[in-house]
């Protein structure tokens, strides 16, 4: 089970207070307290394990340690210790108590998102000429604390998009091997597949529907996935009465999203329907070559030149594969 959306609150740790203390020894009387140590702040890091938001299912709560209260003979207190919290890169953390968002886009890159309160003084702090032994002592301060929603937004060289029950899985599972779920029936994927084609991350999108920008169907869930692909793999079934219909459904929803997320999207990102797009007839093996050759005409009428596809026909995989080296190419030049 993928979890990409949550919603957790973290607290930093809270400083140690200062101690009172005083030496008793001869010739060196006086104030010895510490201070207290620095409370542990939170931290986010990116990890390439795209499950991690997992360890969050049933864990909302999260706290970093509070640092010890200070001690006698000027030894301050221990620092508390920091906490870090394993995400999967793509996330997007949006701190719903500041309302600033923090992208995690690489493996290692780390971000504060609550700093530990500061360690209190001790009486060796509050001395003076006029106030030789103080009873004094501060309070550590307290952490910060925030609420965030954790939301993955996959990041894939190419996304398979199409409507539902069109063999995007089949497809993936044909050129890497990623074992998705496969059955004749609409939302078969209820949550995006990944698998690798040599060089390039492959994501299987689960399947939309007319609406979806607006909820229905799997809703938005999945709409944001497509943001962080760089290519889309549309397909459109052979099966299909109307690939033209198909095909501007799919158009419609990736730009009603695009509308909807203006204000959060970041410019880095093109716009969905601005990505590279190639189209695929899929289930080519279904109708006769005659009604594919129509439906390949009505499509190229609109600007799709679109490639027929079947995952049990070799000739037609190796064209698929034609077009993924081309990506590569692109790619690392």
Excluded: W
């Amino acid at each position: 089970m993928l979890i990409d959306d949550v919603k957790i609150k973290v607290k930093a740790g809270r400083g140690g207070n200062g101690a009172v203390a005083f030496s008793n020894v001869k010739m060196n009387l006086g104030p010895t307290g510490a201070d207290g140590g620095k409370g542990g702040s939170v931290y986010l890091e990116g990890v390439p394990d795209l499950g991690a938001l997992i360890q969050f299912r049933h864990k909302k709560e999260v706290a970093a340690e509070d640092g010890k209260r200070g001690k006698t003979k000027l030894n301050d207190g221990a620092d508390g210790g920091d906490l870090i919290l394993k995400v999967p890169i793509g996330t997007v953390a949006h701190n719903l108590s500041t309302g600033k968002d923090i992208e995690i886009i690489s493996v290692g890159q780390r971000f504060l998102v609550a700093k530990g309160g500061r360690g209190g003084k001790g009486n060796f702090k509050f001395r003076s000429s006029i106030n030789t032994s103080p009873i004094e002592f501060q309070e550590g301060m307290l952490g910060e604390e925030c609420e965030l929603r954790l939301e993955l937004k996959l990041i894939a060289d190419i996304g398979f998009i199409g409507l539902p029950n069109v063999g995007k899985s089949s497809l993936l599972n044909r050129l890497t091997n990623a074992k998705s779920k496969v059955a004749n029936y609409p939302f078969t994927t209820l949550d995006p597949s990944l698998g690798v084609y040599y060089e390039l991350i492959l994501a299987d999108i689960p399947g939309l529907i007319e609406g979806a920008s607006d909820g229905k169907g799997l809703g938005v869930k999945f709409l944001r996935h497509i943001e962080r692909t760089k290519i889309l793999f549309h397909l459109i079934s052979a099966e299909s009465p109307d690939p033209v219909k198909d095909y501007q459904i799919i158009r419609n929803e990736l730009g009603a999203y695009n509308k909807q997320s203006l204000s959060e999207h970041p410019a880095h990102y093109k716009k969905l329907l601005d990505k590279p797009e190639y189209l695929f007839l899929s289930k080519a093996d279904l109708p006769n070559k005659n009604e594919i050759d129509k439906k390949l005409d009505k499509l190229k009428a609109i600007g799709g030149d679109a490639i027929p596809v079947s995952i049990i026909n070799d000739e037609s995989i190796g064209r698929v594969e034609k077009v993924l080296r081309e990506v590569i190419k692109q790619k690392f030049q």
